[in-house]
C-alpha cells in the first residue's frame, strides 16, 4: 500500500505570495490532518477534515485554510505569506476511529 | 491550558539503554503516543498508551502514569539507527481532542 504523498517536497516564495500544498492519504483513509513544524516548537496543528469537512482547527490566523476533496485528497493554502511561515508542513492520514497517524514526507516551505 | 515537557537533547552510548520522559498537563486524558523522527524525515508511530502501565514492543517500551501526567519510552539495545527525535503527544479535551505535540527530543548515539 502507497504511504502518504504530499507535493511539492520544497517550495520557495517571496513575501505576500500564496501558496497550495497537496496531500494524497493511504489508500482507504478519510480523515487527513495538517501540521505544521519548526525547530523548537514541535508540531503545531493546522486543520483536521474527514469526509471533505473540516472537523477541527488548531490556532492559526485565517491565512491558513485547507480544504479535502471527494477522493480524500486534501489540500491547504496559506494566502499573503510571511517569513515566519517557513516551516516544514506535515500531513498526516489515518482510518476514521483508529487513532495512529500515518504522516507524508512534508512540504519544506522556504519564505524569502 | 495544556503542556507537555521533554528534554531536549539526550545522549547515549550504543548497546545502552535510555529514557525519554514526557510530562504533560491537560484538562483530561485521552491517550499518549510516541512518534519517532528521523531528520528531514516523516514522523513514525511507535505507540499508544491509554493505560497505566509499561507497554513492551521489542527494543521500545511505552510507560504511563495517569495519576502523575508522566510518560516514557524506553529504548534498549540501542543501535546507531535510533539516533532521531522522539515525539510525544496527547490529545487535548478543550481543544475538541487535537493532538498536542512536544517540542521532540533528540536522541545521539554515540559508538
Known amino acids: 500500500k502507497a504511504g502518504v504523498t504530499q507535493t511539492p517536497r520544497y517550495l520557495i516564495k517571496t513575501r505576500g505570495q500564496q501558496v497550495t500544498l497537496s496531500c494524497s492519504p493511504i489508500s482507504g483513509h478519510r480523515s487527513v490532518s495538517w501540521y505544521q513544524q519548526t525547530p523548537g516548537q514541535g508540531l503545531q496543528f493546522l486543520f483536521e477534515?474527514?469526509?471533505?469537512?473540516?472537523?477541527n482547527k488548531g490556532n492559526f490566523p485565517g491565512r491558513f485554510s485547507g480544504r479535502q476533496f471527494s477522493n480524500s485528497r486534501s489540500e491547504m493554502n496559506v494566502s499573503t505569506l510571511e517569513l515566519g511561515d517557513s516551516a516544514l508542513y506535515l500531513c498526516a492520514s489515518s482510518l476514521y476511529g483508529e487513532e495512529t497517524q500515518y504522516f507524508g514526507p512534508g512540504t519544506r516551505l522556504l519564505v524569502l | 491550558g495544556q503542556n507537555i515537557d521533554q528534554p531536549t537533547e539526550m545522549t547515549a552510548t550504543e548497546g545502552a539503554i535510555v529514557q525519554i520522559n514526557c510530562t504533560y498537563q491537560?484538562?483530561?486524558?485521552?491517550?499518549l503516543f510516541w512518534y519517532q523522527q528521523h531528520a528531514g524525515e516523516a514522523p513514525t508511530f511507535l505507540s499508544y498508551?491509554?493505560l497505566d502501565g509499561l507497554e513492551e514492543k521489542g527494543r521500545f517500551s511505552s510507560f504511563l502514569s495517569r495519576s502523575k501526567g508522566y510518560s516514557y519510552l524506553l529504548l534498549k539495545e540501542l543501535q546507531m539507527k535510533d539516533s532521531a527525535s522522539y515525539l510525544c503527544a496527547v490529545r487535548d479535551p478543550d481543544s475538541n481532542y487535537q493532538l498536542i505535540w512536544g517540542a521532540g527530543t533528540k536522541l545521539i548515539i554515540k559508538p
Open positions: 498508551n491509554v
Open positions: 477534515y474527514f469526509s471533505e469537512t473540516q472537523r
Open positions: 491537560t484538562s483530561g486524558f485521552n491517550g
